[in-house]
């Protein structure tokens, strides 16, 4: 879905939801392993239907889900505020991935004001 944009997009998502495919992802989200959870969000995010369980990945036990997660959400506009994300994810303390700014840019693209407010929250 990621390759095609507009009315097109929209087609294969009401096609691939179904075929139950979110359901699927929905079960590969609880995996034990996390290369599985993480691929499972990437996928999800891309459903409506599946961002409510990407955005509680957001707390997932391993860090590469939890960055992923927000990559996914912010990647579909469906991210929580950018102050919300930095808390989670400890970014700029625990978390210093390079995918971090990747996450920055897509927030920004997705939600300039939260961004903004971000920047200028003393906490």
């Known amino acids: ?12 998502i009401v096609n691939a939801e179904a075929l139950g495919i979110p359901q699927v992802l929905l079960r590969k989200s609880v995996s ?6 993480l691929l499972a969000a990437e996928a999800l ?23 992923g997660a927000a990559l996914a959400l912010a990647q579909n506009q469906a991210a929580p505020p950018a102050a ?13 991935s ?15 004001p939260s961004v903004e407010a971000l920047l200028a929250d003393p906490d």
Request: glycine fraction near 4%; aromatic fraction near 2%.
């Open 32 to 37: 034990r392993v996390p290369q599985e959870r």
């Open 98 to 112: 390079l995918l971090v700014a990747s996450l920055m840019r897509d927030l920004v693209d997705a939600d300039p």
């Open 45 to 67: 995010a891309m459903f409506p239907s599946g961002r409510d369980r990407v955005t509680e990945m957001l707390v997932d036990r391993n860090p590469d889900v939890r960055l």
């Open 1 to 12: 879905a990621e390759l095609v944009r507009g009315p097109d997009r929209d087609a294969l």
């Open 84 to 96: 919300q994300i930095v808390r989670q994810l400890a970014l700029g303390t625990r978390e210093r």
